[in-house]
């Protein structure tokens, strides 16, 4: 990539970035939510084409007109948010669409033999004829990778490729990445986990204020460099709050049980969890992906059934069937894939207010009334760019999560639920996006914070949950809320 620039309207993406990857090359890429990394990733892709400066492909001139032309000359892009199709079968995800065929009709067996050689080549014990949408967030993210380098892939773009994994599935990946540099395929490798960078990348090249700042060997480098040239010295205080190994909450007032769970049991998922929640007060659900986390969190927000057990939300006991009576319950569910909670197509305005469209004029959608809602909310979040008119999915990951949280804003929900919110954003967007969480704690909502990651839950929680095959392993608090303990009882 030579002086590679990118405007949307009058804001600028990209500017003037030169990029370069060798063969048999892992090199990562790093900087803010905002940077520009996803920018330059959808023009090397082939997502945009209109675009300043020129790439070249092994020595050639190239400007991909689409995703599929970007495929043809062997550049694969797995995104952050998964883009497989749940109601088909893993086989049928690795396929896509060319499926093979014999007399005319599909050839399943066929099919379902060699995905599941591909799989097993990758050490993947992934059964191919399950549906995506059985698979947790985790395993469908090595499916979308498996299905992006049975494509053909040689230059391979992962954005945010662990932040679903657990450490031993982020550490199978790693040898595999090592497998794909002996073939002398490249690999772009997009991360806000530093030591996931540091560990797996020949060279790590950092954007800033969509400008490249410094291209660095690996063996040159260090983290806290790497924080540095991300988000300038004045967030050294932030990144060592995230980088602390014991809890950092002062101990607070909090009010009166809110939410009490007695022996909650869902089949093949998880059973006999009971715990209790209080007004003001967050609650850490810590647990690798396949605890049972994912499966209890949407059985409290209706959209699973539960076996056994009983909910009470502020003394009232909680029967219902779907997600439309839990919100009526008072009860926000913030899910870990970001999709799921925003229209990407739609305005950025459109996606504030969708949560309280009822609160506006009955039976007729008054847009000036969204409008002024959704600045004051980009306003006081800091959304950048501060454009309400803007599609949704034009922001970065951190001001998306800022979006998907300001629906709640106003909504004053009683039980909050958030699953992953910090997931695949950088330091500054999470320490922002924590401020969101500690102003709805602070009017008193109820929080239940899960996560994979133990830095989130020692930066906000009061207490934490452990997790383990589908049972509670430990609740932790004080002192005694360290990442040591996180991990040791997960």
Same mark, same amino acid.
């Given at each position: 990539?030579?002086?590679?620039?990118?405007?949307? %309207?009058?804001?600028?993406?990209?500017?003037?970035?030169?990029?370069?990857?060798?063969?048999?090359?892992? !090199?990562?890429?790093?900087?803010?939510? @905002?940077?520009?990394?996803?920018?330059?990733?959808?023009?090397?892709?082939?997502?945009?084409?209109?675009? %300043?400066? *020129?790439?070249?492909?092994?020595?050639?001139?190239? +400007?991909?007109?689409?995703?599929?032309?970007?495929?043809?000359? @062997?550049?694969?892009?797995?995104?952050?948010?998964?883009?497989?199709?749940? !109601?088909?079968?893993?086989?049928?995800?690795?396929?896509?669409?060319? $499926?093979?065929?014999?007399?005319?009709?599909?050839?399943?067996?066929?099919?379902?033999?060699?995905?599941?050689?591909?799989?097993?080549?990758?050490?993947?014990?992934?059964?191919?004829?399950?549906?995506?949408?059985?698979?947790?967030?985790?395993?469908?993210? $090595?499916?979308?990778?498996?299905?992006?380098?049975?494509?053909?892939? /040689?230059?391979?773009?992962?954005?945010?490729?662990?932040?679903?994994?657990?450490?031993?599935?982020?550490?199978?990946?790693?040898?595999?990445?090592?497998?794909?540099?002996?073939? %002398?395929?490249?690999?772009?490798?997009?991360?806000?986990?530093?030591?996931? &960078?540091?560990?797996?990348?020949?060279?790590?090249?950092?954007?800033?204020?969509?400008?490249?700042?410094?291209?660095?060997?690996?063996?040159?480098?260090?983290?806290?460099?790497?924080?540095?040239?991300? #988000?300038? =010295?004045?967030?050294?205080?932030?990144?060592? &709050?995230?980088?602390?190994?014991?809890?950092?909450?002062?101990?607070?007032?909090?009010?009166?049980?809110? $939410?009490?769970?007695?022996?909650?049991?869902?089949?093949?998922?998880?059973?006999?969890?009971?715990?209790?929640?209080?007004?003001?007060?967050?609650?850490?659900?810590?647990?690798?992906?396949?605890?049972?986390?994912?499966?209890?969190?949407?059985?409290?927000?209706?959209? *699973?059934?539960?076996?056994?057990?009983?909910? =009470?939300?502020?003394?009232?006991?909680?029967?219902?069937?779907?997600?439309?009576?839990?919100?009526?319950?008072?009860?926000?569910?913030?899910?870990?894939?970001?999709? !799921?909670?925003?229209?990407?197509?739609?305005?950025?305005?459109?996606?504030?207010?969708?949560?309280?469209?009822?609160?506006?004029?009955?039976?007729?959608?008054?847009? +000036?009334?969204?409008?002024?809602?959704?600045?004051?909310?980009?306003?006081?979040?800091? &959304?950048?760019?501060?454009?309400?008119?803007?599609?949704?999915?034009?922001?970065?990951?951190?001001?998306?999560?800022? #979006?998907?949280?300001?629906?709640?804003?106003?909504?004053?929900?009683?039980?909050?639920?958030?699953?992953?919110?910090?997931? @695949?954003?950088?330091?500054?967007?999470?320490?922002?996006?924590?401020? #969101?969480?500690?102003?709805?704690?602070? *009017?008193?909502?109820?929080?239940?914070?899960?996560?994979?990651?133990?830095? =989130?839950?020692?930066?906000?929680?009061? /207490?934490?949950?452990?997790?383990?095959? %589908?049972?509670?392993?430990?609740?932790?608090?004080?002192?005694?809320?360290?990442?040591?303990?996180?991990?040791?009882?997960?």
């Amino acid at each position: 990539m030579h002086s590679v620039s990118k405007r949307y %309207g009058g804001v600028i993406a990209l500017d003037n970035v030169d990029f370069d990857l060798r063969p048999g090359e892992v !090199h990562g890429l790093i900087g803010e939510n @905002g940077a520009g990394k996803s920018t330059m990733m959808k023009l090397l892709s082939g997502v945009y084409s209109d675009y %300043g400066g *020129e790439m070249q492909l092994n020595g050639q001139t190239v +400007r991909f007109a689409s995703p599929a032309d970007a495929q043809r000359q @062997g550049i694969g892009m797995v995104y952050q948010e998964l883009s497989t199709f749940q !109601h088909l079968t893993v086989a049928e995800n690795i396929f896509g669409r060319n $499926l093979p065929m014999r007399g005319g009709l599909v050839d399943w067996p066929r099919m379902n033999r060699v995905a599941q050689t591909h799989l097993r080549e990758l050490g993947l014990a992934i059964d191919v004829t399950t549906m995506m949408g059985h698979l947790p967030v985790g395993t469908q993210q $090595l499916v979308e990778i498996a299905r992006v380098i049975f494509s053909g892939a /040689r230059i391979i773009i992962l954005d945010e490729p662990t932040s679903a994994l657990s450490p031993p599935e982020t550490q199978r990946l790693f040898e595999f990445i090592a497998t794909l540099k002996a073939q %002398g395929k490249s690999v772009i490798f997009i991360s806000h986990f530093l030591e996931d &960078v540091l560990q797996i990348s020949d060279r790590i090249t950092v954007l800033k204020n969509s400008q490249k700042v410094a291209v660095l060997e690996r063996n040159q480098t260090d983290k806290h460099q790497l924080v540095e040239l991300m #988000i300038g =010295t004045e967030a050294k205080l932030l990144h060592q &709050v995230y980088e602390e190994e014991t809890h950092l909450v002062e101990k607070r007032k909090v009010g009166e049980v809110a $939410l009490v769970v007695e022996r909650l049991t869902k089949r093949g998922a998880f059973r006999d969890i009971s715990f209790d929640l209080r007004k003001g007060e967050v609650v850490g659900l810590f647990g690798f992906m396949g605890a049972g986390q994912i499966e209890l969190a949407r059985c409290l927000f209706g959209a *699973e059934p539960f076996d056994a057990g009983a909910l =009470t939300l502020e003394s009232q006991k909680l029967k219902f069937r779907n997600t439309t009576q839990a919100k009526k319950a008072g009860i926000a569910y913030v899910p870990e894939n970001r999709r !799921h909670s925003l229209m990407l197509q739609q305005e950025i305005f459109k996606n504030v207010t969708l949560a309280h469209l009822g609160r506006l004029i009955p039976w007729l959608l008054n847009q +000036r009334a969204e409008l002024a809602i959704a600045r004051t909310q980009m306003e006081h979040l800091a &959304v950048r760019p501060p454009r309400p008119l803007l599609p949704v999915g034009a922001l970065s990951g951190g001001n998306q999560q800022k #979006i998907v949280l300001a629906k709640w804003l106003t909504q004053q929900p009683r039980l909050l639920i958030l699953n992953e919110p910090t997931r @695949g954003i950088d330091i500054g967007a999470k320490e922002e996006v924590m401020n #969101i969480v500690k102003k709805l704690r602070d *009017e008193g909502v109820a929080i239940l914070l899960i996560t994979t990651e133990p830095e =989130t839950i020692l930066s906000i929680a009061d /207490r934490a949950l452990v997790m383990s095959k %589908g049972r509670l392993t430990a609740e932790i608090s004080g002192r005694e809320l360290t990442k040591e303990n996180l991990m040791k009882h997960a």
